[in-house]
Every structure is written in C-alpha cells, then in structure tokens.
C-alpha cells in the first residue's frame, strides 16, 4: 500500500528565505507526482505536476524536483513571502489508478 | 469554465439523517472520486469511479454510498449521518488523456450533531 509522508507537518520562516518542503512516498512505481496549496477553509490548487519520467518542474518562483528512485519529492519555493503562507500538500497517483495525499505542511511566513 | 462543482457548501445533519453531497464536472473526465479531510489526516478516498456505471470503495467507505450514472455526476451519500462524518469532502476529477492532473472542488464542510 502506497504512504505519503510529509515532513515536517509545520513550519515557520521570515519573509525572503527559501522554503523547502518535502514529500516520500514508498512505492515508486508513481505515474506522476502533484504539489497543492491549500488555504484555510478553501479547495486545494494544483501547483505542479511532474510526470514520472520527469526529474522537475518550474513555475515562478516554485520548482519541484522527483528522485522516483529514492521515493522522494521536494518542493522549493524561493525568497519566500507572507502571501505563501498557507497548508502544502504533495500527492502520488499511483499504477492502481488511485491518488494518495500526504497530510501536508503547514506553512506560515513572517513579515 | 465550471470545472469541478460541489454543493452544498456548507450543511449541518442531526445523527440518524441521510443526505447526499452532489459532484458535477464539466470536463469530460473519465475518473471520479470522494475524499474526506480531517485535521492532521490529509485527505483520505472515500469511493472512486473510472467511467460510468463503474464505482469502487477507496480507502474509508463506511456510511457512504455513491453511484455513477453519467460522466459528468458523481454524487455522494450518506446513509445514516454519525458525528464521526464531520469532516470536509472533496469531489476531484481527472483523466489520463489530460495528465492525470487532478481537479478539485470547493468542498463541502458538513458537521453531523
């Protein structure tokens, strides 16, 4: 059975630092690999998506990296700023069709 | 350019009451699914569909029930509402022809008394 885990669960970083989020999972035979944002009593947003035949993905100021090997996924996010404060979630969809979500990564940046 | 739309919103349920939580997505996509999230649990699958006429149970089906008549809704259903139902539910979307990007709604925040 496929396990997402995101680590660490909360974290807190002054404006302009770089944040880095991480996300294992244990199976890796992933067809692709999906970074949300979610905040507080909203849906989630789709970030990024990396296919399983790629090795990363850029957007802004966003970049996500996918080792399928290692069973490891990081998501970077540069000169971070009080609006990126919100729950990160990384989520694998797997060979049995399915999604599995880690719990996420509670993010709040300070001005 | 709907997407994924869930109603209602927001629903309070007495324990004993059935209700159903209805999914429409407007994107021709093949697959559909239910997830619940709890606080520190992440989103855990409720029931899936890959096409019409096709459902499966994922992860917590429980309490619930779903059906899939048409590509475009999936609504689901909960027989006999618990307070352990409090939760917020997530109807999603996807299809491999698009990536197998998933779409998502608003959610639905539904507290059971």
């Known amino acids: 059975k496929q396990e997402v885990t995101q680590i660490p669960a909360a974290l807190s970083v002054p404006e302009g630092e770089n944040l880095v989020l991480n996300c294992s999972f244990t199976?890796?035979?992933?067809?692709?690999l999906q970074w949300f944002r979610q905040d507080p009593g909203k849906g989630l947003t789709s970030l990024l998506l990396?296919?399983?035949?790629?090795r990363e993905q850029t957007s802004g100021r966003l970049n996500a990296s996918l080792d399928k090997s290692s069973g490891r996924s990081t998501l970077y996010i540069a000169a971070s700023q009080p609006g990126d404060s919100a729950t990160y979630l990384c989520a694998v969809y797997d060979s049995w069709g399915k999604f599995q979500f880690g719990a996420g990564t509670q993010v709040v940046v300070t001005p | 350019n709907a997407g994924v739309t869930q109603t209602p919103k927001f629903q309070v349920l007495k324990t004993g009451q059935s209700m159903t939580l209805q999914c429409a997505q407007d994107?021709?996509?093949?697959?559909m699914s239910w997830y619940r999230q709890d606080p520190g649990m992440g989103l855990r699958l409720i029931h899936y569909s890959v096409g019409a006429g096709i459902t499966d149970q994922g992860e917590v089906p429980n309490g619930y029930n779903v059906s899939r008549s048409t590509t475009e809704d999936f609504p689901l259903r909960l027989l006999s509402a618990a307070p352990s139902q409090t939760s917020v539910y997530f109807c999603?979307?996807?299809?491999?022809?698009?990536?197998?990007?998933?779409?998502f709604g608003e959610g639905s925040w539904l507290t059971v008394v």
């Open positions: 990396i296919q399983s035949s790629q």
């Open positions: 199976d890796s035979a992933i067809y692709n």
């Open positions: 994107m021709n996509h093949e697959y």
């Open positions: 999603a979307s996807s299809s491999p022809y698009s990536g197998n990007t998933i779409y």
